[in-house]
């Protein structure tokens, strides 16, 4: 598993790259409204952290705080 970030004032870009034959979950943070996974927009509902599910891979993640 390889992740790299960087958090830019309130805005956090994570680069994950899952090998083959696993899986991870990345936690969003609580008060996050949406994120992005590669192109696709996701909104979140709720106050709680959220996971995401992700196979193996090369993701690009980006929310704002």
Do not use: Q
Not at 32 to 56: C, D, M, Q, W
Request: hydrophobic share 35%; net charge positive.
């Amino acid at each position: 598993l390889s992740v790299n970030w960087n958090f830019t004032g309130k805005d956090m870009e994570l680069n994950v790259e899952i090998p083959v034959g696993t899986e991870a979950g990345i936690a969003i943070p609580s008060g996050v409204k949406k994120y992005r996974l590669n192109s696709r927009e996701t909104e979140l509902s709720g106050g709680k952290n959220a996971v995401v599910e992700l196979k193996s891979g090369k993701y690009k993640i980006h929310y704002t705080l």
